[in-house]
């Protein structure tokens, strides 16, 4: 192991692993590149892994655990599928490595770095969400943090050029996971989470729509102050988060209540924020921000592992 740099390991040589492999190897404060990981030997990731020196290996979990220099690897990504997923933790958990999950499986708590990463540290398998989660949950805090949120809504829209077979066959998994954790995370009583792949062309950014009903008599100016520190510190680590316009805000009094699916009919304040999250293009295109705020979260997390790591060494 570097005295400063800590090895990863990136399991899935798909898009989303590549770009993470860049995003380690021109960002990282704390992470070196140790192994990429894939199953398929041919695929467009490992050929690059291989140019920058990467090790590579094409038999999967099991080929990493093979490789000379396994033994000094102590974080990794697993960017596969759910149902890989729980075989990689397993196995990764015997060497006791720290596991960032970027699959639907959920094994570990759900983790938005700016929102709950320091609860998590202790956590040896953590799950960054979704990507409409990553990118709406901090907001929905933003909100619950000054003001109680009956009910919340995302509305996550993305270039369907920028969802691949992985996202297409988990769209359920999309909408139940990053429901829940509106709630668990993000703090609103009950969430509900939508995805609209947009066929556009050119293809679009990114673009968020989070609804928040709040109580009737929240504070406007404390919503708005709120939501302006949370986006700044999303921004911190994914460049191309940004808010679209002012927060917008709606009062449905007691006698014209707001009619809330699977609620009922409420009083209360809502809120609205739009957003939008240009990708840095290290390896996908600019308008695939949905994939860039997954590989920068996971990014931001594991330095913040890693730094720790680190810290512990030095004074052994």
């Known amino acids: 192991m570097s005295e400063q740099k800590i090895p990863v390991a990136i399991i899935g040589s798909g898009n989303i692993g590549t770009d993470l492999m860049i995003k380690v190897m021109r960002k990282s404060k704390h992470l070196c590149m140790g192994a990429m990981v894939g199953i398929d030997p041919n695929s467009d990731g490992l050929a690059r892994a291989a140019r920058l020196d990467v090790p590579v290996t094409a038999e999967g979990v099991d080929g990493l655990t093979r490789l000379p220099n396994f033994k000094d690897i102590r974080i990794a990504f697993d960017a596969t599928s759910a149902g890989a997923h729980a075989r990689h933790n397993a196995v990764l958990q015997q060497h006791g490595i720290q596991v960032i ?9 759900y983790v938005v770095p700016v929102v709950n990463l320091d609860g998590h540290l202790d956590s040896p398998n953590i799950n960054m969400v979704t990507c409409g989660g990553q990118a709406t949950i901090p907001m929905v805090k933003a909100v619950s943090r000054v003001a109680t949120v009956h009910y919340a809504e995302i509305i996550a829209s993305i270039a369907s050029k920028s969802a691949g077979p992985g996202t297409r066959a988990n769209i359920d998994e999309f909408t139940e996971t990053t429901s829940r954790a509106i709630q668990e995370v993000g703090g609103a009583k009950k969430g509900k989470a939508i995805i609209i792949l947009n066929p556009a062309e050119p293809p679009l950014m990114m673009r968020d729509t989070v609804y928040c009903l709040a109580d009737l008599n929240a504070d406007e100016d404390a919503i708005r102050a709120s939501v302006k520190e949370m986006a700044e510190a999303v921004a911190a680590y994914v460049p191309g988060y940004r808010l679209k316009q002012e927060v917008q805000f709606d009062r449905f ?28 293009a290290h390896y996908l295109p600019s308008y695939a921000g949905n994939l860039d705020i997954m590989t920068s979260a996971a990014l931001a997390a594991a330095d913040r592992f890693a730094s720790l790591k680190l810290a512990h060494a030095a004074t052994i």
Not at 101 to 109: E, Q, S, V
Request: aromatic content about 2%.
């Open 101 to 109: 999950d970027l699959t639907p499986a959920a094994i570990g708590p």
């Open 253 to 280: 009094p007691a006698d014209k209540p707001l009619n809330v699916p699977g609620v009922g009919r409420l009083p209360g304040l809502k809120v609205s924020i739009f957003l939008e999250v240009e990708g840095a």
